[in-house]
């Protein structure tokens, strides 16, 4: 494993994008950062700026609007990237599969790397399906 | 003098839901606004025809993950009208328990957001810390943190039991501490003043006119709640004032919020003192009686509306949600335009928009469109945060 | 003798035969009016009787004609209903009484397909820019798409 991977598995830098969710998922990613669960302890930090991140978190089923913001996001990452689909609506659009504005799942409109599930995702699941990418990517070099 | 328009499109580091602000600007200040909401239509008054009611539920509490009690509590009101049966007590008062713990928990986040929009870091972590107690509560009735679907067409899902009620009469007393400790905090810290007092001004006027709700209305100083005008489940027993402060701007949010949670204390301290007695849920058929039902409920936003036309089948004929960021979005639009002596400034908006509470959020992607130059450039919300402390400081 | 009883007698003495249909029950009135005495009665409401606040307007396509609906009130809800007509569905706009009605009338604009005279701002609202102008997803006739088929994608 080079130096290069070594450090992108110990400081990833994450951004989250929400493509029409009901909110749920996002605020416990956001509880992700607070004290009880403290993701900064494992070198993640949370990035307002997409050219800046690693990792984009997606959540929310992608409304027909938005998909076009979603692709255009995903042009702008900065290779290697990773994009996790984080709660059931970003894997299959959930409760709101067969709606008229919906693409079901983020994997219908860019290409994911992993999968989190859950309705909302727990914080320790997050916690969790991060680190297990984060062996992924180290294993990767 | 030209005007620029700017569009703020979606994306918060904290609080993220698409939604497009266009503004107009001359200079530095805001003289308009329009909004774009349709990165959030997810079709779900069509997709409630095709499910039974008792299968509508889940999807219904999703509608909006932060006020989702509210949803599951109106929708289960609102048919339960369309059946002829009465609801035992009990259901009525744990109901109200699970509203009143999940207003905490949302007008906490709230503050959390509130101060980091303003870039007061400290106090968002010191909130979301607080509002863990208030998860682990949730979890513990109801078995879920968010999405708790608590509130059962018929009762509720699960009993309290003593030793439960013990623990949460428990953490009332802690977060009634930290709290008072947040209301002096707010009331006295200096930045916290200059930042928000004479921001965001509604007349009392204006919110009448655009038929505001929650705790935008109220912090211009009208005592409109629904809880005390239209009253639902246990709330005509359980008593509580109505909080209004009159500055009508930011600063009467922020303050009005804070104290509604030491009113929520309150209510859940007596709920839990004089908890009737009896069985928790009724079984209901799966088909209801033929007839339209019409239900408020005051969310932690604002006053929330559900309306059902039923012709006698297991699922809806037409179903309608009105939730309360639709009706602030009006008053919204008044707090963000410049206006004889009051003036808004780009380093404002955050902070104004954030003051009713959206359950829309966006990225802060704004876009400056130089019309006379042809130039375009893009500055992230961060960076106008950044201008805004400096201009204010 | 209740408090809806007496207000809806009320009504029912000033307005007489222009109430077409009315019904009760505990702090909600429903009324039917049609379409001609629409603006005058909200009008009655909202400036004698102060019931300033617009809940929400709704609309429901029935088998013969498209109902909408005012729900005004603050304590008591009274809901004032009215028929249109489903192949060219026009009412007029309440913006000029109420301005918060502005966007459910938008809202009902692009879900329903119904126009109001004499909205200020009759942009879209809810649907993506690139929604055909001609479709509207509440109406009876559009289908929503049936059980799309879900993929395994492993892992742990």
Redesign the interface.
């Known amino acids: 494993m080079g130096l290069i991977s070594w450090a992108r598995k110990r400081s990833p830098w994450i951004a989250h994008f929400c493509t029409g969710s009901c909110n749920a998922c996002d605020i416990e990613i956001l509880a992700c950062l607070t004290p009880r669960y403290d993701v900064e302890r494992f070198g993640a930090i949370l990035r307002g700026s997409i050219r800046h991140a690693d990792i984009l978190l997606v959540t929310g089923p992608v409304t027909r609007q938005v998909r076009d913001r979603l692709l255009r996001i995903y042009e702008q990452m900065p290779e290697p990237k990773y994009v996790v689909a984080v709660g059931t609506c970003a894997i299959s659009g959930g409760v709101y599969r067969n709606s008229y504005n919906i693409y079901p799942g983020v994997d219908s409109v860019i290409p994911v790397t992993a999968y989190i599930s859950g309705c909302p995702v727990k914080p320790e699941n997050i916690i969790n399906g991060l680190s297990f990418l984060l062996k992924k990517i180290g294993e990767s070099k | 003098m030209s005007t620029f328009d700017i569009p703020i499109g979606p994306q918060h580091p904290a609080l993220p839901e698409p939604l497009l602000l266009k503004l107009e600007v001359e200079g530095e200040t805001v003289v308009g606004v329009d909004f774009d909401v349709s990165y959030m239509h997810r079709g779900i008054e069509k997709l409630l025809e095709t499910k039974t009611y008792f299968q509508g539920l889940p999807l219904v509490e999703r509608i909006c993950g932060i006020c989702n009690a509210a949803h599951g509590l109106c929708y289960t009101l609102n048919v339960e009208k369309l059946y002829d049966k009465e609801i035992p007590p009990r259901a009525q008062y744990l109901r109200v328990i699970v509203e009143e713990l999940s207003r905490i928990h949302s007008h906490l986040l709230w503050l959390g957001v509130a101060a980091f929009e303003i870039g007061f870091n400290t106090m968002f972590m010191y909130t979301w810390r607080d509002r863990e107690h208030v998860m682990d509560m949730l979890e513990a009735i109801t078995g879920n943190r968010v999405t708790t679907e608590y509130s059962q067409i018929g009762g509720v899902r699960r009993d309290i039991t003593p030793e439960l009620a013990e623990k949460l009469l428990k953490t009332m007393d802690v977060v009634e501490e930290r709290t008072k400790y947040y209301i002096k905090v707010a009331l006295t810290e200096p930045t916290i003043a200059k930042r928000t007092q004479g921001v965001g001004y509604l007349s009392p006027e204006d919110a009448k006119a655009t038929c505001s709700v929650g705790p935008v209305i109220r912090a211009s100083g009208i005592k409109f709640d629904v809880r005390a005008d239209d009253p639902y489940a246990a709330h005509d027993e359980v008593p509580f004032n109505v909080i209004t402060y009159d500055s009508c701007d930011v600063f009467g949010r922020v303050v009005v919020r804070a104290q509604e949670l030491l009113e929520c204390v309150n209510m859940i301290r007596y709920a839990l003192k004089n908890l009737p007695s009896g069985p928790f849920r009724i079984k209901l058929p799966m088909k209801p009686n033929a007839g339209e039902a019409l239900t408020r409920v005051e969310a932690p936003r604002g006053e929330l509306l559900h309306y059902t036309l039923c012709e006698g089948t297991p699922k809806p004929y037409r179903y309608k949600v009105r939730t309360p960021t639709l009706a602030n979005l009006g008053a919204l639009r008044v707090m963000l335009t410049s206006k004889g002596r009051y003036v808004v400034n780009i380093g404002d908006v955050p902070i104004i928009y954030g003051s009713i509470d959206p359950c829309i959020c966006c990225t802060a992607r704004v876009q400056f469109i130089d019309v006379k130059k042809g130039k375009t450039w893009t500055w992230t919300l961060d960076e106008i945060r950044g201008m805004s402390k400096k201009v204010k400081a | 003798m209740s408090f809806e009883e007496s207000f809806l007698n009320e009504l029912k003495s000033v307005f007489g035969e222009k109430i077409v249909e009315s019904k009760i029950s505990k ?2 009135i ?1 009324l039917k009016v049609s379409p001609e005495h629409y603006y005058e009665v909200i009008q009655f409401l909202v400036k004698e009787k102060g019931l ?5 307007m ?1 609309a ?1 396509e029935l088998k013969d004609y498209i109902e909408i ?1 005012a ?1 005004l009130g ?4 009274v ?1 004032v209903k009215t028929a249109v007509d489903k192949n060219s569905p026009t009412i007029i706009s309440l913006c000029n009484l ?7 009338e938008r ?1 009902i604009m692009d ?1 329903m397909g119904v126009k109001f005279e004499g909205h200020p701002n009759p ?9 055909p102008t001609d479709v509207h ?2 109406r009876k006739s ?1 289908e ?5 088929p ?1 993929r395994d ?1 492993g ?2």
């Open positions: 702090r909600r429903f300033y606040h617009l809940e929400t709704t429901t609906i729900h603050l304590s008591t809800s809901s109420i301005p918060g009605a502005e966007f459910y809202e879900l942009k879209r609202l809810v649907l993506p820019q690139d929604w997803p509440l559009f929503t798409r049936h059980n799309q879900l994608v892992g742990e």
